[in-house]
């Protein structure tokens, strides 16, 4: 199947300090990809919408000077937690889909980020 | 988004059939009913999805109801590594994003 890969794999910062996190389709294109969210315990909340080549669109609730999503390829979409706080600490998942026939989406292995 | 309701946890041992039922009561005539699972620090991955008939793939197969109002996934002989969270999900036909409830975690005895 499609494979989506994330980097990195888990990061740990310092508050009020940046992260990027890359999301990347490696054998296929997509316009559209997503962010989700997921804390321990809990189901996966989808944050936001990352469309190429244009602004992504948030859910309800999730802060866009926050969470900066760039989607400027059709292979790569990123997310960067701006001024990040413990509270940002979870583990962060993207998605895309493929276009195949079942109309599946291709989760990465997400990654998981501790802010001190 | 239309919401599913899930049990919380079921349990099941090695090697035996397992059903996960799902109820969607609002769901409207352009729904599909997908499924996933998530194993342990790892991102989602499909298993099956459908509209109206009964669909069989290598990893499951799923029932739905004549009404659509409920589904059942069935594995048909569960392996430890089967073991994960279930969610069952209804997506629109024109829509692409997938929006996830509380799941089923089902636990898998040897």
């Known amino acids: 199947g499609a494979v989506v890969s994330q980097h990195p794999s888990w990061v740990i910062c310092k508050s009020g300090t940046s992260v990027k996190i890359e999301c990347r389709s490696l054998?296929?294109?997509?316009?559209?990809m997503f962010w989700y969210r997921q804390f321990p315990k809990q189901s996966l909340m989808l944050m936001a919408t990352?469309?190429?080549?244009?602004?992504?669109?948030?859910e309800q609730g999730v802060e866009k000077d926050k969470f900066l999503i760039n989607h400027a390829s059709l292979t790569l979409s990123t997310l960067t937690v701006t001024s990040a706080h413990p509270e940002d600490s979870s583990f962060y998942i993207c998605?895309?889909?493929?276009?195949?026939?079942?109309?599946?989406?291709?989760f990465g292995e997400g990654s998981r980020l501790t802010v001190l | 988004d239309a919401k599913t309701t899930q049990p919380n946890s079921m349990e099941s041992n090695e090697e035996e059939p397992v059903h996960l039922p799902c109820n969607h009561s609002?769901?409207?005539?352009?729904?599909?009913i997908h499924w996933y699972r998530q194993l342990p620090s790892q991102g989602p991955e499909y298993v099956i999805h459908?509209?109206?008939s009964n669909v069989n793939n290598r990893m499951a197969s799923l029932a739905i109801a004549e009404d659509r109002k409920s589904s059942t996934l069935i594995l048909h002989r569960a392996t430890l590594r089967d073991a994960a969270v279930y969610y069952c999900?209804?997506?629109?036909?024109?829509?692409?994003?997938?929006?996830f409830g509380a799941g089923t975690i089902l636990r898998v005895k040897s």
């Open positions: 990352s469309n190429e080549g244009s602004k992504a669109t948030y």
């Open positions: 609002t769901i409207s005539g352009t729904d599909y």
């Open positions: 998605s895309a889909s493929a276009g195949t026939e079942t109309g599946e989406l291709f």
């Open positions: 459908g509209l109206t």
């Open positions: 054998d296929f294109q997509a316009t559209t």
């Open positions: 999900i209804l997506r629109d036909w024109y829509g692409n994003k997938l929006v």
